[in-house]
Nanobody
Framework: QVQLVESGGGLVQVGDSLTLSCTAS????????VAWFRQAPGKEREFVAV????????RYGDAVKGRFTISTDNAKNTMYLQMNDLNVDDTGVYYC???????????????????WGQGTQVIVSS
């Protein structure tokens, strides 16, 4: 059983930067695909970024490409989402997710992940 705990959300202004963290209960980043999703009020959960070291894959959603960066620190069992040049459309609850058996074509689908954090709120104010 993998436990994920997010932190780092908050209220920021348009154009600001923010880094989210997600700490795992064990050393999972070598063999698990790890991802970030977000959900705005009244909208479906949206893919943000995924990283799979085993498959050598890093991908970003179109809405965040060039502004967000996913990374991991194996020594700290922690993954990060560095978010730059935030805009109001980035507002939402951000979730980290992990899965050990997910296939490449399913990495962008939130329903394919077995393990989830509790979510952290990001509000971007104009």
């Amino acid at each position: 059983q993998v436990q994920l705990v997010e932190s780092g959300g908050g209220l920021v202004q348009v154009g600001d930067s923010l880094t989210l963290s997600c700490t795992a209960s064990g050393r999972i980043f070598t063999n698990y695909a790890v991802a970030w999703f977000r959900q705005a009020p009244g909208k479906e959960r949206e893919f943000v970024a995924v990283m799979s070291r085993r498959r050598g894959v890093t991908r970003y959603g179109d809405a965040v490409k060039g502004r967000f960066t996913i990374s991991t620190d194996n020594a700290k069992n922690t993954m990060y989402l560095q978010m730059n040049d935030l805009n109001v459309d980035d507002t939402g609850v951000y979730y980290c997710a992990a899965d050990s058996t997910i296939i490449l074509s399913s990495m962008f689908d939130w329903q394919a992940y077995d393990y989830w954090g509790q979510g952290t709120q990001v509000i971007v104010s104009s």
